[in-house]
T-cell receptor, first 114, second 111 residues
Framework: NAGVTQTPKFQVLKTGQSMTLQCAQDMNHEYMSWYRQDPGMGLRLIHY???????DQGEVPNGYNVSRSTTEDFPLRLLSAAPSQTSVYFCASSLGTGLNQPQHFGDGTRLSIL | KQEVTQIPAALSVPEGENLVLNCSFTDSAIYNLQWFRQDHGKGLTSLLLIQSSQREQTSGRLNASLDKSSGRSTLYIAASQPGDSATYLC??????????FGDGTTLTVKP
């Protein structure tokens, strides 16, 4: 029972490079989301999806793109990395937005932009 | 805009003590409130979820209460143990699925 799997666990990038953070869940959850966690600022919602083919912006979407082609996968793309995007990124999923089901989190991706 | 505040930011107690963590939110139009535990360098683990129509939830030594009208929730931990040392986060959600998190309370339980 894998739950929410994030890869990679650690990554160092240079400014301007692009990369994709992967997130997969095997619980058939409709709702998936991406957060970033920074010291003193808590977790902030970047993008979220209420189902395959549907995505929407969260609190801090600039500099990030997402897509949801399948129920299982919700990748987060950094098109041109900036030092301000150095953070810990968490992916979460839940059964449905209207079902009062708890969110399940992955172990995070620790990203450093030099 | 919803704001979630957790007080205190850090708490240190001796083993065996009962303790209360506080969470307050500014917009009472929430769908549910969830308490999480985060160990250092790890992801978040869900502890309790309280629906907006509920007043409290219990799991083992943990009890969470919700007073939606006053915008407050508490997490009560009974007979604390060193293994309870972690950061505890609360999050409130709207029915659209958006969650707003507090900054957390870092708990240290000393043997």
């Amino acid at each position: 029972n894998a739950g929410v799997t994030q890869t990679p666990k650690f990554q160092v990038l240079k400014t301007g490079q692009s990369m994709t953070l992967q997130c997969a869940q095997d619980m058939n959850h409709e709702y998936m989301s991406w957060y970033r966690q920074d010291p003193g600022m808590g977790l902030r919602l970047i993008h979220y999806s209420v189902g395959a083919g549907i995505t929407d912006q969260g609190e801090v979407p600039n500099g990030y793109n997402v897509s949801r082609s399948t129920t299982e996968d919700f990748p987060l793309r950094l098109l041109s990395a900036a030092p301000s995007q150095t953070s810990v990124y968490f992916c979460a999923s839940s059964l449905g937005t209207g079902l009062n089901q708890p969110q399940h989190f992955g172990d995070g991706t620790r990203l450093s932009i030099l | 805009k919803q704001e979630v505040t957790q007080i205190p930011a850090a708490l240190s107690v001796p083993e065996g003590e009962n303790l209360v963590l506080n969470c307050s939110f500014t917009d009472s139009a929430i769908y549910n409130l969830q308490w999480f535990r985060q160990d250092h360098g790890k992801g978040l683990t869900s502890l309790l979820l309280i629906q907006s129509s509920q007043r409290e939830q219990t799991s083992g030594r943990l009890n969470a209460s919700l007073d939606k009208s006053s915008g407050r929730s508490t997490l009560y931990i009974a007979a604390s143990q060193p293994g309870d040392s972690a950061t505890y986060l609360c999050a409130v959600s709207t029915n659209a699925g958006k969650s707003t998190f507090g900054d957390g309370t870092t708990l240290t339980v000393k043997p």
